[in-house]
DNA sequence: CTTGGCTTGTGAATACTTTCACAAGCCAGA
DNA sequence: TCTGGCTTGTGAAAGTATTCACAAGCCAAG
């Protein structure tokens, strides 16, 4: 019964699905693949390929039903619930994205977060007590993680990498400008800051080799 | 001269190039196409791929020259020199990017920051001025900004965008989840956390739904 | 100098994605 | 009920990216 449904896909079903939810709030209850397109960045046969994949829920000549839609990519997705976080690395960044109310807004909750610095252990910030990162298994398994964030120095996010992964978290999004293999079948996706600008960089010094067109 | 080099091609050449600054540390002198896959993910075929797009520089049954293929690499990104980079919105992820030293000694510094909140205005952070967003085409210019990092609400993402790209900016990285649409040619990047999450959410969901396999 | 082990560079093959283009279908209005 | 305008769903085509597989080449050792 299941498709697999590309990396490239998903992340536009994402894209799609953040639109859908903005036009069901201001009531709009149809909405034309082109539509959906223009605000996603892609065309509208990308769209209509990417919605037909699960056997698809538009009208012809009417477009698609903002509220089933939302609900049939909400359920693809996984989103139709709330996902339980740990965060571990309660630095700069950590910090940061203990605060960022947006996650929960979109079904992600922040129930956990670790460190290892003294000075850390037992403060909360943004509601979360942090804990010591060698609780990490049973702290894990009684919040019920099921994602964790990695925001510590890049030298240690393989080894906490590990040590999330026995502890039963199932997915890690690494934050370190580090290469995390997946163990055990636990996804790891690594959101590198610096290789955006990279390629921001040859962008800018290739046009400008080619002169600028 | 120049030949087009893919999105995906350029991520993999930051990959390897950050690997090889390693070993040139470390005072190795020779790597082998495999030992930077393994590194990077990919493999070694695709290597010897990517680095055949610019006549390369192996010797048949060593490897490559770790000190040119790095000298090479940076050439073609352009990071054999330092990028100058605005911050718009210091907030909580502002903040923390501001204090993000890697950014440096990767080639990237941080030569202004704006903010519209009065009491943002002045301060000094992490060495850093916070400049009133009125100011940004004359600071921009003076400080010879090329690229900004956006870190403002969501909301007023685009409408910074649009200032930033008059101001003569080059290239734009965007942590606001809000699709940008690239402005006059300055190319626009996304980087947006909940996404990724939302991707996790897919791959743990998909799995579950097809009995863990 | 020759052999053997190893690694590059690259066409050809495969796999994956996106775009094209149009029949099929829906609805509003006459 | 019929017509015309509009939009979906989808094969087929075009375009990209990755993997395969092997000749060409290098070096060290004998
Ligand atoms: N600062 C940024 O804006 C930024 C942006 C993108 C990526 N990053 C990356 O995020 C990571 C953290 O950066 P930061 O600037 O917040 O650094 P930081 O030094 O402010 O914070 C690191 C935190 O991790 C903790 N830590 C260290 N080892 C640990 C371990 N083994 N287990 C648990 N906690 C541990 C430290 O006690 C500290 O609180 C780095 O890998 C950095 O490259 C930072
Ligand atoms: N907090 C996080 O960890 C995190 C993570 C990923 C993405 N983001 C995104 O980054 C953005 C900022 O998030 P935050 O949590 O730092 O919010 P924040 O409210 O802490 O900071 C926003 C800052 O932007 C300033 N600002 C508002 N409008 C501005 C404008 N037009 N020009 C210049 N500055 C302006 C505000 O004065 C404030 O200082 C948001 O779009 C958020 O979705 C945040």
Redesign the pocket.
């Known amino acids: 019964m299941s498709v697999r449904i590309?990396?490239?896909?998903v992340r536009?079903l994402s894209l799609y699905l953040r639109m859908l939810r903005g036009l069901r709030v201001r009531g709009v209850e149809l909405?034309?693949?082109?539509e959906?397109a223009d605000r996603a960045g892609?065309?509208?046969?990308?769209?209509?390929?990417?919605?037909?994949l699960f056997?698809?829920?538009?009208?012809?000549?009417?477009?698609?039903e903002v509220d089933a839609l939302t609900g049939t990519i909400e359920e693809i997705l996984g989103l139709s619930r709330v996902w339980r976080v740990a965060l571990v690395g309660v630095g700069k960044i950590g910090t940061a994205l203990l605060g960022y109310e947006d996650m929960l807004d979109r079904g992600f909750r922040v129930v956990a977060a670790f460190d290892i610095a003294p000075d850390k252990i037992g403060r909360e910030i943004f509601g979360v007590t942090v804990s010591p990162l060698s609780e990490v298994e049973s702290v894990v398994c009684e919040k019920g993680v099921e994602i964790a964030i990695i925001a510590t120095p890049p030298a240690t996010a393989p080894e906490v990498a590990v040590m999330l992964s026995e502890a039963g978290v199932g997915a890690i999004l690494n934050f370190a400008p580090t290469r995390i293999s997946e163990i055990d079948y636990v996804p790891v996706r690594t959101v590198d800051l610096v290789l955006e600008l990279e390629g921001l960089s040859y962008l800018l010094t290739s046009r400008r080799r080619n002169g600028d067109d």
């Open positions: 590309s990396d490239s896909t536009r909405v034309s693949s082109s959906l892609a065309t509208s046969a990308q769209v209509r390929k990417d919605l037909s056997g698809s829920c538009g009208k012809r000549g009417r477009g698609y």
